[in-house]
């Protein structure tokens, strides 16, 4: 895999990891359904442009979530690991194979460390859950009639299948979200795809 590849794909499993200290507090009524320990797999795919060409890559990622720590860990869609990522309120550390582990005070920092640019995807911690801070800053709760959300940071959310559509609060299985800029990114589009539990 070219070296700008696999820096746009470390780059994403970063983006993915930022939420471990980003999230805003839950409102009474989502507490209940929330989990802060989780445990996911699923597959990932981004389109953006950048410099006026069209890009696309794509890999697996494990997310495995406790109180204070998220570790997520990038593959190539062989299977090949790629990077690991662990955030914790004291800073973000980037491990790749043969390289020394690029730390920083924050994930935002770490992004703009290894890619030179800032990729924010603040709220994929609720995402995975099926909720996000809606344009006006209010809790949103995703469901199979309610699916789709712009969050406050501007994000278009599609919440499109999920893991059992009967449960009380289900749980996304697939979820687009598209936004228009990032940085120097244009056009940017992220599908992710959670396994199914068990």
Avoid: H
């Avoid at 992004?111 to 809606?134: E, H, N």
């Amino acid at each position: 895999m070219p070296i700008s590849r696999r820096l746009s794909l470390i780059v994403l499993a970063a983006a993915l990891a930022g939420c471990a200290t980003t999230r805003a507090p839950l409102s009474t009524a989502t507490v209940g359904a929330y989990r802060e320990t989780i445990d996911l797999a699923g597959k990932l795919s981004v389109n953006y442009i950048k410099d006026g060409k069209q890009e696309s890559l794509s890999g697996n990622f494990t997310w495995d979530q406790a109180p204070g720590r998220i570790d997520v860990s990038l593959a190539s869609p062989l299977g090949q690991t790629i990077a690991t990522i662990a955030v914790t309120p004291q800073g973000a550390t980037l491990t790749q194979a043969n390289r020394p582990p690029r730390t920083a005070a924050d994930i935002d920092g770490l992004t703009q460390q290894t890619l030179g640019w800032t990729l924010p995807v603040s709220g994929l911690r609720d995402w995975l859950q099926g909720y996000a801070l809606d344009a006006e800053g209010k809790r949103f709760a995703a469901s199979p009639a309610n699916n789709s959300v712009v969050t406050k940071d501007g994000w278009r959310l599609r919440f499109v299948s999920w893991q059992d559509e009967t449960s009380a609060q289900p749980i996304p299985r697939r979820i687009d979200a598209e936004r228009s800029a990032a940085g120097d990114i244009q056009d940017l589009a992220i599908r992710i795809v959670v396994n199914p539990a068990g």
